[in-house]
């Protein structure tokens, strides 16, 4: 395997301020998904196989064998205005109803009490479970306009899962409760499970939660490539964010998007869809959204202005340069995915 380089963070002026960007170079690689169809004379099997495997109870045949997943379109509750003035394309505007590809935002979903214990108990659970593969704790340089380059530190981000990842020969350690069908309700932490309560008496109708994992980052580096979810991990996916905002931002999966600075510039491309999470907000997404859109964070941009405290924080842009929202040094997030009920 190609040895892999270090994240670079390289400053240029853009609008007379600086620009941040964290690019890791990697060996290309197919990141296409395929659902093999098991049982296809026999129908009862394979809808149990996609329930245990994948928690949906729908599927469509594709030339070639495949399977397409579907998610439960009654899952979550009706879009409203809400949900739209969070969502912006890469004009800066506002997004239709009939161009929400499966989004919902839950503001202030959590008080500032609740957000206190929940960072608590992260803390611990991250402190026991945490891992980061070494392959991920890469250099972080920062790159002049003269192309000096000075290392500034390196990626410390943690995360705790109870689904089983490795990389290169390297395990993770898995967290207590399990993944998929498997997972043990029982054995996580008492705040996720007023969590998942309040979302279903939100009106969402969920099946069984068939992932929890908790995101540690700090440094302001809140970088996340864009990816789409293991399919495993079930077809209706919330993002708690905890202790600052952030901009998860919504590219369509199979375009070949820009790179380097240009994505703090413009995003990856010109159909991403920016969507706000402020701290103690869950963003959701199911539908395309989650089959048919990758999802990441962008590296964020230093700006140093009197509104910032003249001193240099790193923001992100939503939808443009116009709306500007300023990191925190920490942030937690709470990823959970159910299956359809």
């Known amino acids: 395997m190609a040895r892999t380089a270090p994240w670079r963070l390289a400053t240029a002026p853009v609008a007379g301020l600086a620009g941040l960007i964290f690019e890791k170079r990697r060996p290309k690689k197919n990141h296409g998904h395929e659902v093999r169809c098991w049982f296809r004379n026999e129908p009862e099997k394979m809808h149990r196989n996609l329930w245990e495997e994948f928690g949906v109870k729908r599927a469509s045949l594709k030339i070639g064998g495949d399977l397409e997943l579907e998610a439960l379109p009654t899952a979550f509750r009706a879009g409203n205005d809400e949900d739209l003035h969070r969502i912006r394309n890469m004009r800066g505007e506002c997004i239709d109803t009939n161009l929400n590809p499966g989004l919902r935002v839950e503001p202030n979903f959590i008080d500032e009490k609740e957000e206190e214990e929940l960072a608590e108990e992260f803390r611990e659970i991250v402190g026991k479970y945490g891992f980061c593969f070494d392959a991920e704790m890469v250099n972080v340089h920062m790159v002049d306009s003269t192309g000096n380059i000075q290392e500034i530190g390196r990626n410390r981000s943690k995360r705790v899962t109870g689904r089983p990842e490795s990389r290169e020969g390297q395990m993770g350690i898995v967290a207590p409760w399990g993944y998929g069908a498997d997972l043990d309700m029982s054995e996580l932490p008492k705040a996720v499970h007023k969590i998942v309560q309040r979302l279903r008496d939100k009106g969402y109708q969920l099946g069984p939660l068939r992932d929890c994992t908790i995101n540690h980052r700090t440094g302001s580096f809140f970088m996340i490539h864009p990816h789409v979810d293991p399919l495993t991990d079930g ?58 859109w990758r999802h990441g964070i962008r590296a964020g941009m230093q700006l140093q202005a009197p509104e910032l405290g003249n001193r240099p924080v790193v923001c992100d842009f939503w939808g443009s340069m116009k709306y500007i929202l300023p990191r925190k040094d920490e942030r937690f997030s709470l990823v959970l995915a159910f299956a359809d009920a």
């Open 235 to 292: 077809p209706n996916v919330f993002v708690l964010g905890i202790l600052s905002g952030a901009v998860l931002t919504f590219t369509p999966d199979g375009v070949d998007g820009r790179r380097g600075l240009e994505v703090e510039e413009k995003s990856w491309t010109d159909q991403d869809l920016d969507v706000i999470i402020r701290r103690r907000s869950i963003a959701a997404f199911t539908g395309d959204a989650r089959y048919k």
